[in-house]
T-cell receptor
């Protein structure tokens, strides 16, 4: 049981290049999320998918697109990278276990630098 | 939308002392308040959470208190140990819906 996995771990892009961040979970969770983490700003939600086949914008969606490929996989795409997108990106999946437990499990993160 | 503030941004305590981190939120409809711990270079992990129908919750050396009237909640760590050194994030939102994270508190436990 690997939990939530992300690839790649590190990436350097030039301004204008595109790339896709991959995320997969093997816990059979319905909900999946993409966050970005910048120093002093906590975790900000980019996009989420409440269930297979649905995606919705979060707090900071501009410049990103997502695909919920199946229940396991949720990818994040940068079509034309900008230096402002330099950040650490975390994928997460979520489970509700009864009336009082609501846990997000995070992947290891992707450190992206845009030059 | 929800806005979460967190104080202090950095906190240093001596090993064995207590640490308290406070968060305030803006949306009175929020009813779920988790706390995540992130060690250096690692992923965030849930350490404790509280629902709005509960005023306090404890788990060994960690406790969370909630004041819905004042819209603030706090994380209390007693008998701090070096392994408690990390960044702690609070969050607020609707149970089962998305929640908003605070900016984080960097806790350093000094030997």
């Amino acid at each position: 049981n690997a939990g939530v996995t992300q690839t790649p771990k590190f990436q350097v892009l030039k301004t204008g290049q595109s790339m896709t961040l991959q995320c997969a979970q093997d816990m059979n969770h319905n909900s999946m999320y993409w966050y970005r983490q910048d120093p002093g700003m906590g975790l900000r939600l980019i996009y989420y998918s409440a269930s297979e086949g649905t995606t919705d914008k979060g707090e900071v969606p501009n410049g990103y697109n997502v695909s919920r490929l199946n229940k396991r996989e949720f990818s994040l795409r940068l079509e034309s990278a900008a230096p402002s997108q330099t950040s650490v990106y975390f994928c997460a999946s979520r489970v509700f276990s009864g009336p009082s437990t609501d846990t997000q499990y995070f992947g290891p993160g992707t450190r992206l630098t845009v030059l | 939308g929800e806005n979460v503030e967190q104080h202090p941004s950095t906190l240093s305590v001596q090993e064995g002392d207590s640490a308290v981190i406070k968060c305030t939120y803006s949306d009175s409809a929020s009813n779920y308040f988790p706390w995540y711990k992130q060690e250096l270079g690692k992923r965030p992990q849930l350490i404790i959470d509280i629902r709005s129908n509960v005023g306090e919750k404890k788990d060994q050396r960690i406790a969370v208190t909630l004041n819905k009237t004042a819209k603030h909640f706090s994380l209390h760590i007693t008998e701090t140990q070096p392994e408690d050194s990390a960044v702690y994030f609070c969050a607020a939102g609707d149970y089962g819906q998305n929640f908003v994270f605070g900016p984080g508190t960097r806790l350093s436990v000094l030997p």
